[in-house]
């Protein structure tokens, strides 16, 4: 095949004419085989598998990656590292999976998804395997220590099987509740226990097949790879051979029910015939046909398997369409590529059971009842090209327009196959209308001018009959004699050559044929769609909007039910007497170009004939309809309530059980037939079983609005057949799950609200009782702080001070102290009373304390107390009764046992902005370690608890949350390291 270099599309058009059914038949005729590789984008001439995803899309699995195929175009490509890097590629309901040859599990859930790659070696062993059943999930199998392990569904895996086992497996798959695989050429069954079900048989070393099997309608078909046969086995393990000479290739289910074999009695990799076990006649069914292009074939795809399938090779792949007997194509060139022009078929004439046509690249042709096809003439004078014809039935002669190169043209009268006369025509002539016996009248173009002529048979002459400037004319429609409907450049004129007046139809913009059917006249158009007259007025405006495939229209043709055939740029579209559409017809479905050309259309009867870019279209319009079948290419997908539900493989049978009433419930249907794609709501009605309210249907999507509980079926019931199309049966059901849930979660709540509450209540008790003990815990250390400031002591040598002055007859210091002495006693009273002093009442405080302890200790001390500004000394507050009892420590124990030089204390209040007031007591006494061993000494003789008392105090107003204190005692030293005083940090934070 190296000397071969193939075209972007081969299209093979075989027919085999006849009236039986397709069904009925042991061969299905094969209407179009398309290749599609290299040039059309595929990325390897070898695909070893076709799956298909839930959103229609083909993935082929080829030895350089993955690549999508959406049935007409090539997509995405996903390269992998290494060649035969996917074992295996199969679909599910939620995605696209695929094992590689390192034990790694590939999912994809849409063709944009970035893939979900997981090592399949820990959890459920090392090596994994698709069965072939076909389900809503997968069936997989792993091995793991000389154990075998089957499981459903790969997200959340589910083991149905396992049992010991250390020899390949080649197939299995999940039937009956049993497990049956292929291993080493045998047939085994695992339920419960492990059973041999194929028999003994000598081995045949000279052949190679692959060991596969398939399950179809409650059998499952097999081949081995060293014996020769089809297999297949019951549920009653009754075994059969099918074909006693051939092996399977390959073999894949439809979603309609049919099964299709790829079969051989050569080895694996060839393919000799090609089967199709229909589900409802339980019969064979031969395609050979399609052997003859390529017997390396791989896998097959398709919906249903009598109407078309994908099918993959190693060499490229091939879209096959089997005919139904109702369309055919005459004069079509098979090897061209979609893009490019065949035989173009300029006009029809249909005389006596027969179809006259032209070939625009010149040429007349007949076509018989008898299907005979023969060219009349090949070759006319002083032409480039022909353009239309016109039959004379009273004089039984034809009239042909030729045009030429330099703009001009012929009128060319034959009979037969004989040229009976032409005439030079000054233009470029488009048209000939038949007027009377004795008239024509031929229409065209001189450069930018519009021409319309009659021309005189008997005379052989041409006149003038008008003129248009700047009109460009395509078509001429003569209406009630004396008004003319102009298809130009300019778009559509009504013109009335008697009065001479004109009247543009602004909406028909690139008019470029005119035709009247019944009651209607139909103005085509290039880029504008369709526009229907009725009493000169637009009624209706064919678009692909509404019912089009294209937006450009060569012509309609009306059947005998009253059926509108559309030709345009792409396809033919069928609408019904309302203009809803019915069904469209491609390539696929066997039309010989999905381009018409504008104006060449013709119905003798009973066929319709499609002139195309490559040949003529012959339809049977009874016969299509008969075998038109809309059960291929759907898909519905389910959302209720922000829930979405995807419907199972095969949606044919796909049951909705929703619990619980939901706010709605939407129902997509998606396909990959292009006129359904988004018109479901025109060419079907709603079918519901039982009567629903509030339920929409617009174009391919059906709303129901809280829907009532029950069970209801849906179904789309077609216009032009009355098919009915199963879409979905939804069961709502009351949820009573809540119900319980809310019953269970009640009583929970009620038992845990007796638990918190009883919980709460002891809570409560317990920190009552303890805040109890606290306070009055701080109430006696504060009783305590104020009898250490008001202790014996003080009091006593304070008044001996006083007492000294009086003797020394020194009234006004004597009158001075006792004045302070009795305001201090009153300020100790009245601060015990209060929690929190403020820092002015403190400073006040302290200041009559300290003079005091000076008048005391005859002045051997000095004292400063300094307050920072940003302190509010009226707002600001700290804890009665704390601070005094720390300078009394200074004095007593610090200053007091200084052996020379006077002492001081300095007491400085600051602020640190919205953290804390920091007060901080500086002696420069003795330190506290000099201190404590003085103390020890004198133990018997004083025991002091000022230092604990002031610590509990602190642990008590934090426990109680009303003051959160810091304290810091820091032994300063002098540069030898000798003690040099006492400094107390004392942190005041905010509450």
Known sequence: MGHFKYRSILIVYLFLIGSCSVLSQDKLSISKINLLELNDGLKNRIVYEIVRDNDLNYWLNMPNGLQIFDGRNFGKFIPFHEPDYIRKVTSDSTGIFCITNDNKLIYYKTIHDTPDTTQVDEKYGKTISFSDNIDAYNYFQTNKRDSIFFYKNLHKPVLIAAFDWHKPISSWIYFNHSIYFISENELYKYDKKLEKISKDEAIEPDINFRSKLYLFDDKIYFSFSRKRGVYSVDKQDNLSIVFPKLNIVFSNKDKVGNLCFGLTDKYYLITTELKILNQKSNQWTNIDQLLKQNKYLTSFVSEDFTANLITSSFNGIYSVTFSNNAISTILNNPNIARSQFGPVIGDFESVNEKLYFLREGGGVWVYDSDQNLKELINKFPLNYGLRNLNYDSKKNIFWCLTFSSDQSGNLVKFKGDQILSYKKIPFNSRKIILLNDQELMVFGNLDETGIITRYSIEKDSFIIDSKFENNILYDVFIKNKNEYWIAGSNGLTIYNPIEGNQRKINECVNASLIQSIGEYVFVHTRGYGC??????????????ECCLSNESTTGTLLDKDGNYWIGTYNGINILNQDFEPLSILYEEDGLSANECNTGAMRSDGRFLFFGTINGITKINPKLYFENLNYNIDYRTKLTYSNKEVISTLDTKDGVYNIVGKPNYVEIDIATGNKLLENNFSKIFDLQVEHEIDNIQFINNKITLTKPNTGENTISLISHATGQILPIAKISIQPDYSNTIKIGIISTLVLLLSFLISNYIINRNKHQSEEKTKLIKRINDVELEALRSQMNPHFIFNSLVAIQYYILKNEKSLAAKYLTKFAKLMRMFLESSKSKTLSLKQEKEQLGLYLELEQLRFSDNFEYNISIDPNINIDQDKIPSMLLQPI??????????????????????????????????????????EKSMAINKEKRIKHKSRATQMINERIELLQNLKEQNIDIEYVDKKDDRGNPSGTKVIIRFYES
């Open 531 to 544: 526009f229907v007259f009725k009493d000169d007025k637009i009624v209706k405006h064919l678009t692909p």
């Open 887 to 928: 300078i009394e420590n200074a004095i007593l124990h610090g200053i007091n046992h200084m052996s020379e030089g006077r002492g001081k204390i300095d007491i400085t209040f600051k602020k640190k902005i919205n953290q804390y007031i920091e007060c901080i007591i500086d002696d420069n006494g003795i330190g506290r």
